[in-house]
């Protein structure tokens, strides 16, 4: 069910929410968290909709969608609900800004938090330099941003260092996930020998390879290439290499050994709503995440 609340008030919303539970028997105790979605407009809103209701059928919660318009033109508040089938297994609550309200956010995510509930806060455009001083990431104890869809994706995901507060998270980390899992189980076999150095490729413009390089440079006492060009991670060690490349598009890597037959395995790059997913798993600081972040700076860019 979806109900369009045009040129309303928050008090509206809540007694028209509270209304609607009690007419369909949707209850709000089974709700873990309170998601806030801060988008840049209505068009993105839809996409960041569907992603967080396929990750609300393994996490039930709110969701409250900021769609931010114009901040010069007259203050208005458009709202729409959505429960049932069109919210997956959570309750949606778009509010669309106008004028004053854009500079007023977290005024108006307040009234629709659940109680007793933690807070998560997620940018899929248009991140703030420092998400913890945020009005809204203010109010959450668990912040992520997505440095891919950044103008300098690059930038981005380093300038995440220096804005860095325990909570902060970015889903160009949790799309590397399978990718640190396998590197992890390829130098568990022998021999045992230091790695010497490790090669990062890919597109300049991809930071979860940048990540990923800040993630070896900080666990690996040895030089990290980052190099545009395909997409593989090799590790060099005395007698042998080991790689594993994967066509820029494809969903099917190669685990490479010197000496070895290929391997193939799935490896297809992460949709959205699965990191976002993952992410909703833990609402602790990610110390690894932080680390990868400060090994960044140890990469040597070619």
Same mark, same amino acid.
């Given at each position: 069910?979806?109900?369009?609340?045009?040129?309303?008030?928050?008090?509206?919303?809540?007694?028209?929410?509270?209304?609607?539970?009690?007419?369909?028997?949707?209850?709000?105790?089974?709700?873990?968290?309170?998601?806030?979605?801060?988008?840049?407009?209505?068009?993105?809103?839809?996409?960041?909709?569907?992603?967080?209701?396929?990750?609300?059928?393994?996490?039930?919660?709110?969701?409250?969608?900021?769609?931010?318009?114009?901040?010069?033109?007259?203050?208005?508040?458009?709202?729409?609900?959505?429960?049932?089938?069109?919210?997956?297994?959570?309750?949606?609550?778009?509010?669309?800004?106008?004028?004053?309200?854009?500079?007023?956010?977290?005024?108006?995510?307040?009234?629709?938090?659940?109680?007793?509930?933690?807070?998560?806060?997620?940018?899929?455009?248009?991140?703030?330099?420092?998400?913890?001083?945020?009005?809204?990431?203010?109010?959450?104890?668990?912040?992520?941003?997505?440095? *891919?869809?950044? +103008? /300098?994706? &690059?930038? !981005?995901?380093? #300038? =995440?260092?220096?804005?860095?507060?325990?909570?902060?998270?970015?889903?160009?980390?949790?799309?590397?996930?399978?990718?640190?899992?396998?590197?992890?189980?390829?130098?568990?076999?022998?021999?045992?020998?230091?790695?010497?150095?490790?090669?990062?490729?890919?597109?300049?413009?991809?930071?979860?390879?940048?990540?990923?390089?800040?993630?070896?440079?900080?666990?690996?006492?040895?030089?990290?290439?980052?190099?545009?060009?395909?997409?593989?991670?090799?590790?060099?060690?005395?007698?042998?290499?080991?790689?594993?490349?994967?066509?820029?598009?494809?969903?099917?890597?190669?685990?490479?050994? *010197?000496?070895? +037959? /290929?391997? &193939?395995? !799935?490896?297809? #790059? =992460?949709?959205?709503?699965?990191?976002?997913?993952?992410?909703?798993?833990?609402?602790?600081?990610?110390?690894?995440?932080?680390?990868?972040?400060?090994?960044?700076?140890?990469?040597?860019?070619?």
């Amino acid at each position: 069910m979806i109900v369009d609340m045009p040129d309303t008030s928050t008090r509206d919303v809540t007694k028209r929410l509270v209304s609607l539970r009690e007419s369909n028997g949707v209850i709000a105790m089974g709700r873990v968290l309170t998601l806030v979605v801060c988008t840049l407009d209505s068009s993105e809103a839809e996409d960041a909709i569907d992603a967080a209701n396929d990750a609300s059928r393994e996490h039930p919660c709110r969701v409250i969608v900021l769609a931010r318009g114009d901040r010069f033109s007259e203050t208005k508040l458009d709202a729409q609900i959505r429960v049932g089938g069109d919210a997956g297994a959570a309750e949606v609550i778009v509010l669309r800004l106008q004028g004053e309200l854009v500079n007023n956010e977290s005024s108006v995510v307040i009234p629709f938090l659940l109680p007793d509930t933690p807070v998560v806060a997620w940018w899929p455009r248009g991140a703030p330099e420092f998400p913890s001083r945020d009005s809204v990431g203010r109010l959450a104890i668990r912040r992520i941003t997505d440095s *891919t869809y950044a +103008p /300098d994706p &690059r930038a !981005a995901i380093t #300038r =995440r260092l220096d804005s860095y507060a325990p909570g902060d998270t970015d889903l160009a980390w949790s799309r590397i996930t399978f990718w640190r899992a396998l590197l992890a189980s390829a130098l568990d076999v022998p021999p045992y020998e230091p790695i010497e150095s490790v090669t990062v490729s890919g597109l300049a413009e991809e930071p979860a390879l940048d990540i990923l390089a800040g993630w070896l440079a900080a666990k690996l006492d040895c030089p990290i290439r980052r190099q545009t060009g395909e997409l593989k991670v090799v590790l060099h060690r005395a007698s042998i290499s080991v790689g594993i490349e994967r066509p820029q598009t494809g969903r099917t890597a190669t685990l490479t050994r *010197t000496g070895e +037959p /290929d391997q &193939r395995f !799935a490896l297809a #790059r =992460r949709e959205t709503k699965d990191c976002l997913a993952e992410e909703l798993r833990r609402l602790d600081a990610d110390e690894v995440y932080a680390e990868a972040l400060a090994g960044i700076g140890k990469v040597i860019y070619e």
